[in-house]
């Protein structure tokens, strides 16, 4: 009799190739599935940094006006069109002293909304120093000019308006002389920013901000 013998069946070429298939196929839907949430993880984290820079850009725009100082020895408040100038107090500490800031939109980098600060003032030919600075750094900036600008926000346009007078107007606007004399700092500034399309948030966004005199200490 002869003895039971067991015969042992191994994969077919075909059957290797098949499974090696299958398995190619799960790496790649899968690897697109991780690729697709990395993807949508980034820009969402993107988004994400846009507004955080435009609510810091705000703050410190409200901040800035806030903190405006009013001289007979030199200009407070001064917008040529093109560059709002501001002499502000220092925020460090309270011998940080005066320093000037200056908001602007460059035109000839796509558009950004920049703010520029000066170092903290010591003298009134410092002030005078840096106020020239902020109006050339507005037209033709420098590398050391630029060193002390911070870009925000992407804008297609933006506009000002102060308030006086009971009304908005342009600041660079005159309706003739007038017998009641206007003070350097208006009762409020409206800044109209367009904000550019593919942002996280784009359109208009008015910000208004009222003289703390004015409205009670806030703005």
């Given at each position: 009799?002869?003895?039971?013998?067991?015969?042992?069946?191994?994969?077919?070429?075909?059957?290797?190739?098949?499974?090696?298939?299958?398995?190619?196929?799960?790496?790649?839907?899968?690897?697109?599935?991780?690729?697709?949430?990395?993807?949508?993880?980034?820009?969402?984290?993107?988004?994400?940094?846009?507004?955080?820079?435009?609510?810091?850009?705000?703050?410190?725009?409200?901040?800035?006006?806030?903190?405006?100082?009013?001289?007979?020895?030199?200009?407070?408040?001064?917008?040529?069109?093109?560059?709002?100038?501001?002499?502000?107090?220092?925020?460090?500490?309270?011998?940080?002293?005066?320093?000037?800031?200056?908001?602007?939109?460059?035109?000839?980098?796509?558009?950004?909304?920049?703010?520029?600060?000066?170092?903290?003032?010591?003298?009134?030919?410092?002030?005078?120093?840096?106020?020239?600075?902020?109006?050339?750094?507005?037209?033709?900036?420098?590398?050391?000019?630029?060193?002390?600008?911070?870009?925000?926000?992407?804008?297609?346009?933006?506009?000002?308006?102060?308030?006086?007078?009971?009304?908005?107007?342009?600041?660079?606007?005159?309706?003739?002389?007038?017998?009641?004399?206007?003070?350097?700092?208006?009762?409020?500034?409206?800044?109209?920013?367009?904000?550019?399309?593919?942002?996280?948030?784009?359109?208009?966004?008015?910000?208004?901000?009222v003289r703390p005199t004015v409205g009670g200490g806030k703005s």
């Open positions: 009799m002869l003895p039971n013998t067991r015969h042992s069946r191994g994969f077919t070429l075909i059957e290797l190739l098949v499974a090696i298939t299958v398995m190619a196929l799960m790496a790649i839907l899968s690897w697109r599935g991780l690729d697709g949430m990395s993807r949508a993880q980034a820009q969402t984290q993107a988004r994400a940094d846009e507004v955080l820079v435009l609510q810091s850009g705000i703050a410190q725009w409200k901040a800035d006006l806030d903190a405006l100082s009013e001289s007979s020895q030199f200009s407070s408040l001064d917008w040529d069109g093109r560059v709002l100038r501001m002499t502000r107090r220092g925020s460090a500490s309270a011998g940080d002293g005066l320093r000037i800031v200056a908001w602007t939109r460059r035109t000839d980098s796509g558009g950004p909304w920049l703010r520029w600060q000066s170092p903290p003032l010591a003298t009134l030919g410092d002030w005078q120093s840096s106020w020239l600075q902020a109006e050339r750094w507005a037209q033709n900036p420098g590398d050391e000019d630029k060193k002390r600008e911070v870009s925000l926000i992407a804008l297609d346009e933006w506009q000002l308006f102060y308030f006086r007078g009971g009304a908005w107007s342009n600041p660079l606007s005159s309706d003739g002389p007038s017998t009641t004399p206007q003070p350097a700092i208006p009762e409020g500034i409206r800044a109209v920013l367009t904000l550019s399309a593919g942002q996280a948030i784009s359109g208009r966004l008015t910000l208004d901000w």
